[in-house]
């Protein structure tokens, strides 16, 4: 009788996104005596099972830890070393800011966003096409509006954002406490203005 092993394939022990149960170990036990029982334990000592048992050796939505295959072949047990499955680094938020239209009409806002962690590069889209990504978080020649802005990974972690780029309200300006002229072309007259609107504060010249 050849002795029992195990050959544990772990190609797919991999996290795609921080916190996602999405990996898989398969282990094809060899020799021994057959009919092999498969369990998935999570500490050396095996008392804290994680899985099984089965017979086919597959154990999925695996989430980050330690493993280690135990099989049963009649009388017979082997287990295996520790299996790593890793969390990939979270994403992160490292800088969020707007910037609102700076005249009524205008469409000078902009969106800057940096986002990193997670598996590979970042990409970013916004509405309203959030299908198209680019490496870039910065978008600029806004118009006022609502925006969504997603931001993921090269696995498809992603975090979404919502945006209000504003705009002022147009300037109104009105004449006040207009005062005319004591007589013909004595250049004493006057006038004040009320200015509405706008951002403050304001500026006037003749």
Known sequence: IMPLDVIVDDSAAI?????EASATIIADAVGGLGGYQYELFTDAALTNMDAGPN???????LVAGTYYVHVTSGDCEFTTG??????????????QESSNVTCSGEEDGSIIL???GGTGEIFYAITPNLNQFDT???FTDLSPGV???????????FLTFQFI?????PIMVEPINVMDEGCFNSEDGSFEVNITGGTAPYFTSL
């Open 55 to 61: 017979t086919t050796g597959e154990f999925n939505m």
């Open 82 to 95: 520790v299996f790593y499955i890793m969390d990939p680094a979270p994403l992160q938020v490292d800088r």
């Open 165 to 169: 780029i504003d705009q002022p309200a």
């Open 114 to 116: 940096e986002v990193s």
């Open 15 to 19: 996290i795609n996104c921080t916190g």
């Open 136 to 138: 870039v978080g910065t």
């Open 147 to 157: 925006y969504d802005v997603i931001a993921q990974d090269r696995n498809g972690c």
